[in-house]
């Protein structure tokens, strides 16, 4: 792996989808992903060390973690298991326990266009990070995943 490259894995997008529903511990993390806690545990130790969690309290004994917001890079590596995350999306869609949309288009175009669609996706996920990164999250609303993906060969 490169320099600055992190390596995600499926084990890894569930921590982050349990703590977008709010900060947790080591244990009730392990709870809400059904993985072992100490796998749990040198997991959310990798995230703290790439700055992907904070500590943002105590309960008992154990740190009470929180996603910063940074933004998640996908390498080839962490692709498959990214895709692996949106097949589990695409189920809960399928029986009705979440609503979305997954689309694609697979077009022929110049460079121009091609470097357009590009910087039209790169705008829509900075504008989705600002949205994490403003203000307090709510207590009650909906949890939302968006996955970005573009491939120009």
């Known amino acids: 792996m490169g320099q600055g490259e992190f390596f995600i894995d499926t084990g890894m997008l569930d921590l982050f989808h349990a703590?977008?529903?709010g900060p947790a511990t080591v244990p009730a993390l392990a709870d809400a992903t059904g993985r072992p806690v100490a796998r749990v545990a040198r997991d959310i130790d990798r995230l703290l060390k790439h700055g992907?969690?904070?500590v943002v309290g105590r309960k008992g004994k154990h740190n009470i973690y929180q996603g910063t917001g940074k933004d998640i890079p996908a390498t080839a590596g962490s692709g498959k298991h990214m895709l692996e995350h949106l097949k589990k999306g695409v189920e809960l869609l399928d029986r009705g326990k979440a609503r979305g949309t997954i689309t694609s288009a697979v077009l022929k175009t110049t460079e121009e266009k091609a470097n357009e669609i590009f910087d039209m996706i790169l705008k829509l996920r900075e504008r989705v990070s600002e949205?994490?990164?403003?203000?307090?999250?709510?207590a009650e609303g909906p949890l939302v995943t968006v996955f970005f993906g573009l491939m120009i060969e």
């Open 19 to 21: 703590l977008a529903k």
């Open 131 to 138: 949205i994490d990164r403003e203000g307090e999250e709510p």
């Open 52 to 54: 992907y969690v904070k």
